[in-house]
């Protein structure tokens, strides 16, 4: 999925209100007030459920989706009674309304990445939505023009970080990101704000399924300048692009045209630093090194 501001100018969609946002704000509130009670702490909630420690922060806050596997292991380590069992079916149902909240001119990819074992993605204006941390993601949506309502920014903000759980599967899709080495420098939100977003990409970055280049501003070659792209590889092995430029979306399912894009996507690589190089800069960005 591309991540251009321009894709956020969207108008609102009626599946913005359904409701399912307000269920995993409620169900995360149930887990905190759980695990007090208990006079447990996210550590010890999160190894009782084999959850990281981030991902219990992030339902307690609302913005991750409590999986219906996390919420009978949860049941059983905060002696809720069968409260959280309870409420696994509205959150299947909840996850399938989810799957058909994109509009329909974004819809048929949604899908397809969904369901993908291999996701190229080229970025030149900001982090995708899979690596973005929920300040940047937040700062994105609240810069936006035509403005959000602050109820719509807090949905958007979940729906992107709960895409996230896809590096959470297993076996997991693999992933490579190439960013212009000016996505990273843009200090979006703040520096505080772009600064836990470079750590992110470092967490990310040093996952096995993940590789993360960066194509630095000095290079003086550069086989791509019409913008930024997508390809995904479906488990039937179909491989397709995406591009959007100023709200309109293209998807590319024509073999000549993909492999055109996949072409331009393997020059982009080959250009890029490698990945080895890449954290390295993204270090020195934080002066880590």
Not at 196 to 220: I, N, S, W, Y
Request: aromatic share 6%; proline share 4%.
């Amino acid at each position: 999925m591309t991540e251009s501001v321009n894709q956020e100018s969207r108008p609102e969609l009626p599946s913005e209100a359904d409701g399912t946002a307000h269920l995993f704000r409620a169900l995360g509130k149930q887990v905190r007030v759980l695990r007090e009670n208990l006079a447990m702490s996210q550590k010890d909630l999160a190894a009782a459920t084999h959850c990281g420690l981030d991902l219990i922060s992030a339902m307690e806050r609302g913005v991750r989706t409590p999986q219906p596997e996390f919420l009978d292991r949860a049941d059983d380590a905060l002696k809720a009674g069968g409260v959280l069992r309870a409420a696994i079916p509205d959150v299947r149902e909840a996850q399938k309304k989810a799957r058909t909240r994109h509009p329909d001119w974004y819809r048929n990819y949604a899908k397809l990445e969904a369901e993908a074992v291999q996701l190229l993605h080229y970025g030149n204006q900001v982090v995708h939505g899979l690596l973005q941390t929920e300040e940047y993601a937040r700062a994105i949506f609240t810069q936006r023009r035509p403005l959000l309502s602050e109820e719509i920014v807090e949905k958007r903000v979940a729906d992107r970080l709960s895409r996230q759980q896809v590096f959470e599967q297993w076996p997991s899709p693999t992933f490579s990101f190439v960013f212009e080495e000016a996505v990273l420098s843009r200090p979006i939100g703040g520096r505080a704000v772009h600064e836990g977003q470079l750590r992110q990409l470092l967490r990310f970055g040093r996952l096995r399924a993940v590789e993360l280049q960066v194509m630095p501003t000095d290079c003086e070659e550069h086989p791509n300048m019409d913008g930024s792209l997508n390809l995904l590889t479906t488990k039937g092995e179909q491989q397709v692009g995406y591009t959007e430029a100023q709200g309109h979306p293209h998807l590319f399912t024509d073999a000549r045209e993909v492999r055109e894009l996949a072409d331009r996507y393997a020059m982009i690589r080959a250009e890029a630093l490698t990945s080895r190089e890449s954290l390295a800069l993204i270090e020195k960005m934080l002066g880590d090194r």
